[in-house]
């Protein structure tokens, strides 16, 4: 059992940055797990945001969001980073940290194949 907090969320500015940080309070297995960031508007589905794999080698984003924001890991303190820079209102959503798919080596883009997740922090950019 992992679980995941995120904090970082917050008001910022259209062009401003965040940095949003989810820590594993529990499990030793962190640093099997590949580990996602999701994120969900008002009204619309839940959509990937990025990706990194359990090594922290590999990274994959999203189109919308790619040359952005960065995602990052450290094993060590159990936590994975979304650096989230030149954010847009249509960043606004809350996001959420996964974690799942141990050792895989394919790049995890779909909820479903996450195990356990955050409870996810509200940022809204404001334009």
């Known amino acids: 059992q992992v679980q995941l907090v995120e904090s970082g969320g917050g008001l910022v500015q259209a062009g401003g940055s965040l940095r949003l940080s989810c820590a594993a309070a529990?499990?030793?297995?962190?640093?099997?797990?590949?580990m996602g960031w999701f994120r969900q508007a008002p009204g619309k589905e839940r959509e990937f945001v990025a990706t990194i794999r359990w090594s922290g080698g590999s990274t994959y984003y999203a189109d919308s969001v790619k040359g952005r924001f960065t995602i990052s890991r450290d094993n060590a303190k159990k936590t994975v980073y979304l650096q989230m820079n030149s954010l847009k209102p249509e960043d606004t959503a809350v996001y959420y940290c996964?974690?799942?798919?141990?050792?895989?080596?394919?790049?995890?883009?779909?909820?479903?194949?996450?195990?356990?997740w955050g409870q996810g922090t509200q940022v809204t950019v404001s334009s």
């Open positions: 996964a974690a799942g798919a141990p050792y895989s080596r394919d790049y995890v883009i779909r909820g479903t194949d996450y195990d356990y």
């Open positions: 529990s499990g030793r297995r962190f640093s099997s797990y590949n």
